[in-house]
């Protein structure tokens, strides 16, 4: 049993994602996370504001669920399935890390330089936070979907768009990456 | 009970996402340093068989648990919508380091500073319907 408490491989992972995108066909649904992010505007009441947010959130109640497993999922794999192997990073990208000023890169799933609490209370650490996720949340929505519904569902179903869509994923990745993050972080 | 499925896939869905380490800040990091072919793996490897099996239900007719043919809706066609907007997203991601579904499997791992990821892209999302009809799609 301790493959399964190691971290698994990406020939083990990659497949284990397209059964999640089977299963939710199969359910007559569609695989897509960001679009919890509309419905969870909604249940606000978001549609007060803008008739983008009046539709009937209660269809999407089965995308809440999924929601909702997911993060019992998180919880039970670091809880159950973890043996606290750190991450594998490559040798190169560890060099970058240190670099950029991070301490032990891999050794947690996230860097306490962006997501420890000490930092979190800095403007610049709260702001790294609230305009990454700003960025994504405004950005899926323009673009009609994010990894799950354009990367995984959209290209496996062989949509156009969806290739456009992950073009654009990485012209922003990689412009962040590559130029903002050392100017950040530098 | 008709939603417990969900919750299973949901909880399947968090686990390997965890087990991947897809979750992880550092490992969007590699994959736009082009550095490691794990990201790049179990993308590639999830759409590869998502291709060849949507490709076969579509062939073969196969009906869903409701017993209805199988259709996975077609994307609108556009072109600024998914440059622009995938580019924001782009950007987010690799600051951020995760993407929706991240986000809410990582709270569930014990992160919780991650919610303040979630409440900024809530506000995004909020932000994209008051300006939609003012932005080129």
Not at chain 1, 14 to 23: D, E, K, N, S, T
Not at chain 1, 116 to 143: C, D, H, P, Q
Not at chain 1, 174 to 184: Q, S
Request: glycine content about 14%; aromatic content about 16%; proline content about 4%.
């Amino acid at each position: 049993m301790d493959f399964l408490l190691r971290p698994w491989p990406w020939y083990v992972s990659g497949p284990l994602i397209a059964i999640v995108m089977f299963a939710l066909i199969y359910f007559g649904k569609t695989f897509g996370m960001s679009s919890n992010l509309r419905t969870l505007c909604t249940v606000g009441g978001a549609g007060k504001y803008s008739d983008f947010f009046r539709f009937d959130w209660k269809a999407q109640r089965w995308n809440l669920i999924v929601v909702l497993g997911a993060v019992l999922g998180g919880y039970i794999a670091v809880t159950f399935l973890s043996d606290g192997t750190p991450i594998a990073l490559s040798p190169a990208a560890i060099h970058d890390l240190e670099t950029l000023g991070f301490v032990d890169p891999g050794s947690t799933l996230l860097p306490a330089e962006i997501y420890g609490w000490e930092n979190i209370f800095s403007l610049k650490g709260m702001g790294i936070l609230m305009i990454g996720g700003f960025l994504v949340g405004f950005g899926t929505r323009y673009a009609g979907g994010c990894t799950s519904g354009h990367a995984i569902t959209g290209l496996s179903n062989l949509q156009l768009p969806s290739l456009i869509a992950v073009i654009g994923f990485f012209i922003g990745g990689l412009f962040m990456t590559h130029f903002l993050l050392p100017l950040i972080f530098g | 009970m008709q939603y417990i499925k969900y919750l299973f896939v949901g909880v399947f869905f968090g686990i390997v996402l965890v087990k991947s380490e897809a979750v992880s800040w550092y490992r969007i990091f590699e994959m736009f340093q082009f550095q490691s072919f794990h990201m790049y793996g179990i993308i590639g490897s999830a759409v590869g068989l998502g291709a060849l099996g949507v490709w076969i239900l579509k062939k073969t007719g196969a009906k869903n648990i409701e017993g209805k043919p199988i259709v996975l809706p077609a994307k609108e066609k556009s072109f600024v919508r998914y440059i622009l907007g995938g580019t924001i997203f782009g950007l987010g991601w690799a600051l951020a380091g995760a993407c929706p579904g991240p986000m809410y499997i990582l709270l569930g791992t014990g992160a919780f500073s991650v919610g303040l990821v979630l409440l900024a892209a809530i506000a995004g999302t909020f932000v994209y319907g008051l300006l939609r009809t003012k932005l080129p799609h």
